[in-house]
T-cell receptor, first 111, second 111 residues
């Protein structure tokens, strides 16, 4: 299974942008990059996913490196409610592989 | 659409007992995955069911089993409970290669 590497924790000030990095140097050509986050006392929730091009949705943006070996989840204006553990995972929709969650990045938002 | 629902939300059992947890996926979702989450090990994949067949399995002992019904609802069973089985058990459903949608989880405490 392809592996992702994320920092254990990050801090950001409220109302500032946050860039959460993820390295996936062994990504295959058909792996999609998915991001999830888990707020305290809740199940994980889907944030965004992409293959090659940068993606935007109402929650966040996903910037994917040209060689696809890394990606960055961007929260444009962090709020206290964005404090959560953020997981970056790889999934090939054509291979039915099991999904492996790493330890993720615990994001702390400072008021 | 209603989200993924899991029952019960909380459960207390004693060592040696068995437990059955239930998951109802989002309508139309045919794939259901189960995860165990503990503070020490994080989110660990248990198994995935698709159209009533187990498609993937994680590295858990045979005491952990599951099944899926024709309406895509799924159950997981843990027999001969051990203290270390205390965890949050999460169910997620998906359709195709898009993101997974998680339920709120069942908090199992084994005494």
């Amino acid at each position: 299974d392809a592996k992702t590497t994320q920092p254990n924790s990050m801090e950001s000030n409220e109302e500032e942008p946050v860039h959460l990095p993820c390295n996936h140097s062994t990504i295959s050509g058909t792996d999609y990059i998915h991001w999830y986050r888990q707020l305290p006392s809740q199940g994980p929730e889907y944030v965004i996913h992409g293959l090659t091009s940068n993606v935007n949705n109402r929650m966040a943006s996903l910037a994917i490196a040209e060689d696809r070996k890394s990606s960055t989840l961007i929260l444009h204006r962090a709020t206290l409610r964005d404090a959560a553990v953020y997981y970056c995972i790889l999934r090939d929709p054509h291979r039915d592989d099991k999904i492996i969650f790493g330890k993720g990045t615990r994001l702390h938002i400072l008021p | 659409k209603a989200g993924v629902t899991q029952t019960p939300r909380y459960l207390i059992k004693t060592r040696g007992q068995q437990v059955t947890l239930s998951c109802s996926p989002i309508s139309g979702h045919r794939s259901v995955s189960w995860y165990q989450q503990t503070p020490g090990q994080g989110l660990q994949f248990l198994f995935e069911y698709f159209s009533e067949t187990q498609r993937n399995k994680g590295n858990f002992p045979g005491r952990f089993s599951g099944r899926q019904f024709s309406n895509s609802r799924s159950e997981m069973n843990v027999s001969t409970l051990e203290l270390g089985d205390s965890a949050l058990y999460l169910c997620a459903s998906t359709t195709g290669g898009r993101g997974q949608f998680f339920g709120p989880g069942t908090r199992l405490t084994v005494l």
